[in-house]
Structure formats: C-alpha cells, structure tokens
C-alpha cells in the first residue's frame, strides 16, 4: 500500500473502532493522532480513495461520525495490507531532522537499528537519511561519521555543534510553539503539536526552560532594558543546551583575547551572577569560557542596530562600513549594469546594516531572518547577485557570511533595483489611504514601493479624503487601503499594513485587471515641480516644528496588568499623553474607533502600531508602550503582543506634520532592527534612533525642494 502516514494512520484506527463497534469522530481520530479535526476532514477524500480498489465504501453522517462498510472479506484484506504498510509518523525531512538531533546531542555512537526503531523504519531508510544528512553537517563545519558495528556520530568543535542544535530548534519550531512553552500552555500545546515539533521539543528540556525562564527573569533586572520575547527566548534556548552539553563535559572554548575583551564588558558581571545561579541550580560546574559564552549570547540578545555607551561597541569604525557598503554595490553594479553606486538610500542602508551584522559574525552569533526561505524561493537571482556582492567582504574579513545575512543583503540590493526612474509602460498610480494618513498608510507605502515597480503612489491620504474629486484631481487608478472605503469611486484593495501573501494576491489581481484596460505608455519622465521659495521655506519650518514636538513628547513606559486588554492600552495612551481626564478618555476612544476599523498589528513582531487623529492630542505624539505580561490581540486569530506604537496628532494636523510622524512607522519596514529596538524598550536608545529617523528625514526633506548647496 503506497499512501501517507497519516491516511494509512486513520485507517488503522478506522479499523480498530469497527472491531470494537464504535463510530469514529473525526474529533477522535484528531485527539489520537495529535492533529485538528480539519486536518482530518481534508484527510478523508484520500482515505477514500484507499479504500475504492477494495470495493468499500466510507460512511460519513453528521452526529454520528465515521466508519468504513464493505464486504468483511475485504475489510480483513485491507486490514492485512495495512499491517503490512510500512509507515512512520514522520515526513523524510522530519526524519533527517530528527537524526541530526539525536546525533548532536549524543556523546557516544548511535547504532542504526537504534535509530531506526525509533523513527518506525528499516536500517535502510536511516541510512538512506544519513546519506541526506552529510551534506548539511559539512556545511556547518561538522563531520558525520559511520562505522560498521560501532555506528554513527558527529564530529568537530563544541561551538558547531551547538549553533547547529540551535539552528535545528529555531528551523523546525516557529516562536509561537516556543511562545506557548513560555506562557504556560504547556499541556495545551502537547494536544495540538505534530509528532515531529513533540520530538523537537526534548531537545530544549522541557522542566529545564522553566528553570531558566525564572533565573533569567532574576538576571534581567540588572540589563538597562527589557529583552523582547524573541530575545528572551533565544537566550534561554542558548543556555538550556548548553547546559545540557555542560552536564556530559562537552565544555566550549573561547580565544584568550576575545574572553579578555568580554570580561570588561557590564554584561560579562550578569553572566557570572547567572552562572552561579545556573551551578548552583543545575549541580554543575560552569567554567569560565562558558561564563564567556554566556557574555556573548547576552550582548546578542539585545539590538545592535544602534550603538551607546552601555552596549558593545561595534567591531569596526564608520570608514570601514562605509568602505565596505561601496564594496558591495560596486560588485552588484558591476553584475546587473545598473546604476547604484550613487544610490543614497542603499548606501545608508547597507551602512547602518553591516556594522551590527559583522558584530554578530565576529562573536560567532547566530543570524536570523525571518524571509530568508521567501527570499530563497521567490528570488533566487537575488540571493546569487548578493552572493557575488559580498564575496570582495568575506574575503576582507575572513568570515563567510551565512544565508540568512545574505538574504538581507538581498533584500537591500531589490529595493534599490526595482526604484523606478522611468519606464515604457505608464505605471498604475495608486493612492494608499488609513484611517488617520499618517500611521498604517506609510507603512503600507513603503512595503509596496520595496514590492512592486508598476505601482506609482501618488498621495498618502486619510480614507475620508477619497472621494470623487480628489480621485479625479490626483489621476489615481485604485486606492490601496488598511480599511474599507464603500464610498470611494475607485476600487479599494484592502490590506494589512505589513502585507502578507493574500494582500499580495489582491494587489496582484487588481495589477492585471488595471493592465487589461491600461495600452497608453509613457513617453518622458515627467518634470520636477518646482516649489517657489518662499513655500519651500515654509515646508522645512513645518517638518521643523513637527520633528522638534516628536522629540519633545516622546514617551516610553511600562505597564504592569495582569491581563491587559487593548482597552486598557488604550486609556494607558491617553493618560501617557494628557493629565486631563476628559482628554484621557477622548484619546482612548479614538484609538479603539481606529482599531474597530482594522488590525493594526504588525503580525510576527509582538507589536501594534495604536494611532489616531483627534484634537484631543495636544500636539504630535509618538510612544512606546511596553506591556510586562503578554496581551493576545485581536482575541480572535490574535498574536501575543508585548510593545504597543502610539502615534497621535491633532485632528487639522498640516501635511508636513502627518508626514513627518508617518516617517516612522516607514521606519519600521525600512530600518533593519528597529523593530527589534522598540521591542527591547531602552528608552534612551529609541530616542537617540529617533533623532536619526528625523535627521535623515530632515535632510532629505532638504534635498527635495532645495537640491544641492
């Protein structure tokens, strides 16, 4: 019988209840099997697809529940075949996933049938597994070693082996199953994970992540900020294995120089004050490379997208970045022909990239990106071109950068590809509109301008603002929105604010129906206005006096509720804002009327981004709110969310001022890091980024309407 291990898995307890007289449920069969029910209902139509050749029929009745009819000689010849089925509860990959854990975590040589009998397959399939599996060892500095009668295990340094049991964790357990560990769903969790996550799951030691979880909360009092769910669960990841390796004398080892450079480090002391605590909880002994290692996973745990005196210093100067940022977009220019060593953005982009990411790579730590199989995928040649690019600062550097950094390499070389100078066929002109203009709408600008070439946008607007004449008057084509418009005389493609596969679809669909009706081309780029003078200095005195009232009112506070709910988010806003309690209330509600509107949540970050206009707000307003206890939003399909943005201006806020306070959340897709940053809550260091958001924009703002001095 050739089929999946699931279908040949429901079968069987098909089956198992027919003998016993029982109706099957799909909820029952999902309960034994660790699955959902809907998993099961989409499973079906193979089931029966098994069952055709046997002359058997598969009965379904609402209330009743599932079970196989037939002749009983066939039932019994399906069941013979089904015995007969080899099948495991794991896909091939799961497997190989599987034997690279065992494997790094064993001290001794694992024989085949031991492994094999695990995993529910023949000696065979594991050596077929391992043979998979060399490839992917080699190119992590690690070697797979197979001996006949003895078995195999990995060599090579303590260190690989550990960034490859981290690597492991993080590939196959998304942070929401690593979330729920942390949150205490713990048996909730085990219903509902697959086979495979439950196995992946002993690697980190369940009882031991708790233990941690308490003695990192202890260590983290002392850190001049709060780490970010993501941080803090990376940390305790780090160290639960190494703990785990700690306690069979698989001790790591750390270059004299770079360990004299981490003990004058402030987080150096939090490291050794955990490490007693880890000794002293854990019964072992914990030598001073590991007290080192720790050091290193506590400085990486926090954003190095900006540097102070309380963080790490960065391991090379700004000449150097600067030096190394041409670099590559020589080589890129050299590769595609095109024109960027000139390109103002991906230079500071590049700059403001590297300097954190070589830190990262000289301290051996680990980098992540969340696009990177996106990137992988959906844009290979991207991926090759920033290969090429950086191999002139790999060599420089004696590092080879890992796939994850190169796809933010990439990342950074598509937004500056795909600008639009000019083009043969005329754009589709866009309007993005939110409900306040100044929030979620450029947000979504800035997405779509790193997404899509053929789309020119032409206003970012206030959804109030969308209406026959200005439609007109603007030569818009569609409105791409994060709330409804029912009145406005274009088409409205909704989306969410970070635009995820669906909205692409959407925008993508609404492309090839404009496309269809658009045969007019462009035949020159169009002129620059030119601004009188007089009304460009007026417009730097507005983005002056605005940017000036941002700093000024910048607030970041915490907030300690047990359960918090967006509600009480809200009126925490408005008290941060306002000391009068009529101006508390009014803000707190212009907030939930925009949130009634749409999600504002930015999906994947633990972050909300709460703004409005209402007149109310004395002046603009931008804050970050950190929430000490987890809250799910939206409360349904809703996310953990620890740091709320708040954004608030005055109801007639002039243009200049919406768009310099929408400069931010622009940031947050443009900015590597910052998003990690606001997460981390060290008020000083959101402030210093702050200044160079607005020093950025300043001079850019600049640049438009008075041009080179």
């Not at 109030?464 to 493609?493: C, G, H, K």
């Not at 269809?516 to 009188?532: C, F, G, L, S």
Request: glycine share 6%; net charge negative; hydrophobic share 40%.
């Amino acid at each position: 019988m050739k089929t999946s291990a699931r279908t040949v898995a429901i079968i069987r307890d098909l089956l198992n209840g027919l003998d016993g007289g029982d109706t099957m449920t799909a909820g029952m069969i999902a309960e034994r099997l660790g699955v959902s029910s809907k998993t099961i209902s989409r499973e079906l139509p193979r089931v029966e697809m098994v069952l055709k050749p046997y002359g058997l029929e598969l009965l379904r009745k609402t209330g009743a529940g599932i079970r196989i009819a037939g002749n009983p000689a066939k039932i019994e010849e399906l069941r013979q075949d089904v015995m007969n089925t080899e099948t495991s509860a794991f896909t091939p990959q799961q497997r190989q996933v599987i034997l690279a854990g065992q494997l790094l975590r064993a001290a001794e040589p694992i024989k085949l049938f031991s492994l094999a009998s695990e995993l529910q397959v023949t000696d065979g399939t594991v050596s077929h597994d391992l043979d998979k599996l060399e490839a992917w060892f080699r190119q992590r500095g690690l070697l797979l070693v197979r001996r006949p009668g003895l078995g195999a295990y990995v060599k090579g340094s303590e260190r690989d082996i550990r960034r490859a049991l981290v690597e492991i964790v993080y590939a196959n357990l998304d942070e929401e199953r690593l979330l729920q560990l942390f949150h205490g769903a713990i048996s909730d969790a085990h219903e509902s994970w697959g086979a495979a996550e439950r196995y992946l799951l002993n690697l980190v030691d369940e009882q031991m992540i708790h233990d941690l979880e308490h003695l990192v909360h202890e260590m983290e009092s002392g850190l001049p900020h709060h780490l970010s769910d993501t941080a803090f669960i990376g940390l305790v990841v780090h160290l639960s294995l190494a703990i785990q390796r700690m306690q069979k004398h698989e001790d790591i080892h750390i270059d004299a120089e770079t360990l004299a450079i981490l003990r004058k480090r402030r987080e150096y002391q939090l490291a050794a004050e955990l490490a007693q605590r880890i000794a002293s909880e854990f019964a072992i002994e914990v030598p001073e490379d590991e007290i080192g290692y720790i050091a290193m996973h506590l400085m990486g745990a926090r954003s190095l997208y900006r540097k102070d005196d309380h963080q790490i210093a960065s391991v090379m100067d700004n000449f150097h970045l600067v030096r190394l940022a041409r670099s590559i977009m020589k080589c890129a220019e050299q590769e595609t022909g095109k024109k960027l060593l000139d390109n103002k953005e991906l230079f500071l982009g590049l700059v403001n990239h590297l300097g954190p990411s070589i830190s990262r790579l000289r301290m051996h730590m680990d980098i992540r990106n969340p696009l990177l199989k996106e990137m992988q995928s959906t844009y290979p040649q991207l991926m090759e071109l920033a290969r090429k690019a950086v191999k002139p600062v790999e060599q420089e550097l004696g590092e080879t950068f890992p796939e994850a950094e190169i796809a933010y390499i990439a990342m950074h070389l598509s937004a500056a590809l795909t600008e639009r100078h000019e083009a043969k066929m005329q754009p589709a002109r866009v309007i993005v509109a939110c409900q306040t203009g100044m929030g979620t709408s450029r947000m979504l600008a800035a997405g779509l301008r790193q997404t899509y070439e053929e789309i020119e946008i032409v206003d970012l607007v206030s959804a109030l603002q969308v209406n026959r004449d200005y439609a007109r008057r603007m030569e818009a084509d569609f409105v791409i929105s994060t709330v409804p418009i029912p009145w406005s005389p274009l088409p409205v493609v909704v989306t969410t604010p970070l635009l995820d596969a669906a909205d692409k679809a959407r925008i993508e669909k609404e492309l090839m129906r404009q496309a269809d009706h658009r045969t007019h081309y462009a035949t020159a780029v169009k002129e620059r206005e030119v601004i009188p003078f007089v009304e460009s200095l007026r417009r730097m005195d507005a983005y002056n006096q605005a940017i000036q009232s941002l700093l000024r009112h910048f607030f970041s506070q915490e907030i300690t509720l047990p359960t918090p709910h967006i509600e009480d988010i809200c009126r925490a806003a408005g008290r941060a804002v306002s000391e009068d309690v009529a101006a508390q209330q009014g803000i707190a509600e212009a907030l939930l009327a925009r949130e009634s509107k749409g999600e504002t949540i930015l999906r994947g970050n633990a972050m909300v981004l709460l703004h409005a206009r209402t007149d109310f707000a004395p002046g603009l307003h931008f804050g970050i709110l950190h929430l000490e206890q987890p809250m799910l939003y939206p409360e349904q399909d809703g996310e953990a969310v620890r740091t709320a943005v708040v954004m608030l201006a005055p109801q007639e806020s002039s243009c200049e001022a919406l768009e310099t306070i929408g400069t931010v959340s622009a940031a947050l897709l443009e900015r590597w890091g910052l998003i990690a940053l606001l997460n981390e809550g060290n008020q000083d260091a959101i402030y210093q980024e702050l200044e160079h958001i607005f020093r950025d924009f300043y001079q850019k703002k600049q640049q438009e309407l008075f041009g080179n001095p």
